[in-house]
């Protein structure tokens, strides 16, 4: 998100682009992840979520964890913390990663993560609703490679396809078998050649 926002401002400062796990912040994006979504594919991890949310805050999920978050009451703003960022630690990878899942749970990682991330999103991370994709063709001329996995709950695939349609001189690289993290071994492969191709 933010090399893609950069990039659209300042593309004579850009000599190539390596996006991996495309993500515009738009609202459908941050519904899907947030709201309503990768809930139906992985619901006992969403109930999870769900939990430290009262049920009539959960309308808008987004908002309500902000609350916990920023609020005075210490225990509440850990364990919201932790369901946040533990949901998103759960679901990066295709196959459960217990390396991944235990880092996200340490409590003074799990702030940080849980209380930067929701303020942007809150936010829409002050980007205009479809800026990045609008101004993708601020690219053209910019040698890029999108490399994407296709179960990627955190970053829907029609993002990266979206963002390959508006910017279609870059490489695109649909990765089977991958979710979202940059570990997950055919995203790796990808990035390594990217990034070698360009450094020769």
């Known amino acids: 998100t933010l090399a893609l926002a950069y990039a659209e401002t300042h593309p004579g400062h850009v000599s190539e682009l390596v996006l991996r796990g495309i993500f515009t912040c738009r609202k459908a994006e941050l519904d899907w992840f947030y709201q309503f979504g990768a809930s139906e594919v992985h619901p006992e991890k969403w109930q999870q979520f769900l939990a ?7 309308g808008d999920l987004r908002a309500a964890y902000r609350r916990l978050l920023t609020g005075t009451d210490e225990a509440a703003r ?6 946040w960022t533990i949901w998103e630690g759960r679901t990066l990878t295709l196959l459960p990663d217990p390396a991944m899942i235990s880092a996200f749970g340490d409590d003074l990682f799990a702030l940080a993560f849980a209380r930067i991330e929701n303020h942007y999103f809150v936010h829409g991370a002050w980007l205009q609703e479809g800026q990045l994709l609008r101004d993708a063709h601020r690219l053209h001329g910019i040698p890029g490679t999108i490399v994407h996995g296709r179960y990627d709950m955190a970053c829907p695939a029609r993002t990266a396809w979206e963002l390959h349609q508006a910017w279609p001189q870059a490489e695109f690289h649909l990765v089977e078998g991958a979710g979202h993290a940059y570990s997950e071994p055919g995203i790796l492969d ?10 020769g």
């Not at 430290?52 to 959960?58: G, N």
């Not at 850990?78 to 369901?83: I, R, S, V």
């Not at 990808?190 to 450094?199: E, G, H, N, S, V």
């Open 78 to 83: 850990l364990q919201a913390a932790k369901a």
């Open 52 to 58: 430290p949310i009262p049920p009539a805050e959960r």
């Open 190 to 199: 990808r990035l390594l050649r990217a990034t070698d191709a360009y450094a």
